[in-house]
């Protein structure tokens, strides 16, 4: 995902969920261990996630340049990054730098459930 900073991109994870886990602390620790490299917020409010429709960690969002929703679901059709088929965003955000439509718009997201208040 490095190759899109150069190219304007900006990834932002939000993390619409609750519980002991959920804390900035304790995430902040996962997304260094998992060597994440954008930005991360917590919604505390649930409001973000409420407004997407976000349902599952992690759901996808990709926005285009007026910042509406040009891609959700699921960041690739496998779990296991040796059996990944499809790259569902980096798909989608190439379309979108190529000023195409995204060709596969909506896929099906699959992780925990978002427990909302």
Do not use: W
Not at 42 to 63: C, E, K, W
């Amino acid at each position: 995902m490095h190759e899109f900073g150069p190219r304007g991109v900006t990834f932002v994870g939000i993390n619409s969920s609750i519980g002991p886990l959920e804390n900035m602390n304790e995430m902040r620790l996962r997304a260094a261990g998992g060597r994440f490299n954008f930005h991360y917020l917590y919604d505390t409010s649930q409001l973000v996630g409420r407004g997407f429709g976000a349902t599952s960690t992690p759901h996808i969002f990709v926005l285009d340049q007026k910042r509406r929703i040009a891609y959700t679901g699921a960041f690739d059709d496998n779990r296991s990054e040796s059996l990944v088929k499809h790259h569902f965003v980096v798909n989608a955000i190439n379309d979108l730098l190529a000023d195409r439509s995204v060709a596969v718009p909506r896929t099906r997201q699959f992780g925990c459930a978002i427990s909302y208040r």
